[in-house]
């Protein structure tokens, strides 16, 4: 079936670090990918978004580039601050199948002046 | 942008009573709206799609019994944990998706963390 994979937390770095969270989908139904981001106690938040082959998502400094060929959509930042410690979670989602959307289980990163 | 309220944020009820969780599209109509589950520390378990005028499409393993739906106007959805246990404390949370915006446009409630005790 549909499925989001994407690398265990906690990630714990310095301030201006550079971040890597992977992130691997199964490609069946040709679907649109997204990063949502989630603080403590509250809801998600898109973060990006790619909806077809080589598209690059960014936002906040956020990029994220849809692979198909290796089925990846991997977040990446350049230089991190205190203020994105939170919890980020890759998502799958195919309108042919109602619109829903997948997650993976969620990668908590934690950043340290 | 799309906003979607949801509420209450927090909720403590007894164990036995019903606890109910509105969710809104404050400024557009939603057809479709999804209910969520996430235990802590987890991800998204979707639990059911909410369509407006019709009963509630529930995931494989959701009681239908138990989370009750209704999505009774375009801009209104909400979820009743009847005769809620301990086992039922979770973080819920609500999506709806605006038609007006491309490529799915989800927006997502704050969620609403219930403790049943």
């Known amino acids: 079936g549909d499925s989001v994979t994407q690398m265990e937390g906690p990630v714990t770095l310095s301030e201006e670090a550079f971040l890597t969270i992977n992130c691997t989908y199964t490609?069946?139904?040709?679907?649109?990918l997204f990063w949502y981001v989630q603080y403590p106690g509250e809801g998600l938040q898109l973060l990006l978004k790619?909806?077809?082959?080589?598209d690059k998502g960014s936002n906040k400094g956020f990029e994220a580039t849809y692979r198909k060929e290796t089925t990846s959509f991997h977040l990446e930042k350049g230089s991190v601050q205190v203020s994105d410690s939170a919890v980020y979670f890759c998502?799958?989602?195919?309108?042919?199948?109602?619109?829903?959307?997948?997650f993976g289980g969620g990668t908590r990163v934690l950043v340290k002046p | 942008g799309a906003v979607v309220s949801q509420h209450p944020s927090r909720v403590i009820c007894k164990s036995g009573t019903s606890v109910k969780i509105e969710c809104r599209s404050l400024?557009?109509?939603?057809?479709?709206m999804f209910w969520y589950r996430q235990f802590p520390k987890q991800s998204l378990m979707l639990m059911a799609t909410s369509n407006e005028g019709s009963k509630a499409t529930y995931e494989q393993g959701v009681e239908k019994d138990k989370f009750l739906i209704n999505h009774a106007s375009l801009t209104l959805s909400t979820l009743t944990v009847t005769s809620a246990h301990p086992e039922d404390s979770s973080f819920y949370i609500c999506?709806?998706?605006?038609?007006?915006?491309?490529?799915?446009?989800?927006?997502f409630g704050s969620g609403t963390r219930l403790t049943v005790v």
């Open positions: 790619a909806t077809k082959a080589d």
């Open positions: 998502a799958r989602g195919v309108k042919a199948a109602g619109n829903k959307l997948t």
């Open positions: 490609a069946t139904g040709y679907p649109s």
């Open positions: 999506s709806a998706r605006d038609p007006g915006s491309r490529n799915y446009g989800y927006t």
């Open positions: 400024d557009f109509q939603a057809t479709t």
